[in-house]
């Protein structure tokens, strides 16, 4: 079956870095960007002055002006209709014979700090069909303007063992930098044990990169579930890893230039 995760698994870490919002902060910007969210082929939100939004340990939200939205289509949940003082409302969206549950939020009453969310509505990034800055589809979450991904060439010579079985090995990795992720290393098909590798369903999106397709290594009986990802068909920013393949650091022995690699302490460990 394949996996529609809510985060991309390589993007499910938010660590605030010097620009981020600290614990305590909410830090609320106008986007330059056109944003749309679809659902049945219809755009539910249309606007160019969108809010976004970074609250403490959450992804970055998307708050639209309610006027660019098509409120006759959103009726008050049940849990706003029980407690209409409280200091939120949920919406239900309505449209083409389908009903979607708590599809959004508002604030009735924002905080100082919110005080701009005022008259805006932000929805949940999966029960809407389609999202799009400008006409570029995106996926998971807003894209963040402080997180960078940086792919370097390398002549490092890298080399991925599992359970003592050397599964990949090269002297042209490509390195991938991500805000605030381990460091991770792609690796040309070629140099890869393509043979030890079973393809699977699994299908993870990110913002960032693109559309992820996963594969098992089959080590005699043992079989190490999703160990390793690739993007086939990377979005544009990213061209340097299409077709490359990279190993979980948590999961697996990395050696690079021989110097094992301590195991980073993630979600995925």
Known sequence: ????????????????????????????????????????????????????????????????PMADVRMDLLRPSAHSQAAPEGATARWNLESQGRTVDNVGWSYRQPDAARAQLHDHIAFYWGKLDSWYEEDDEVFVHPRDPYHRVDVLNSSRHVKVVIDGTVVAETRRPRLLFETSLPTRYYIPKVDVRLDLLEPTDTVTHCPYKGSASYWSVRLGDQVHKDLVWGYPY????????????????????????????????????
């Open 1 to 64: 079956m394949t996996q529609a995760h809510t985060a991309a698994l390589e993007d499910q870490v938010i660590v605030a870095g010097a620009d981020r919002p600290t614990d305590a902060d909410v830090r609320i910007e106008p986007s330059p960007r056109r944003v749309r969210a679809l659902f049945g082929g219809e755009a539910i939100a249309d606007s160019k002055r969108v809010l976004l939004v970074f609250e403490p340990k959450r992804l970055p939200v998307y708050y639209f």
């Open 234 to 269: 990377p979005i544009p920013e990213c061209p340097k890893i299409e077709n490359m393949l990279s190993f979980y650091n948590e999961k697996v022995d990395i050696y690079v230039d021989d110097e094992l690699q301590p195991k980073p302490k993630t979600p995925w460990s």
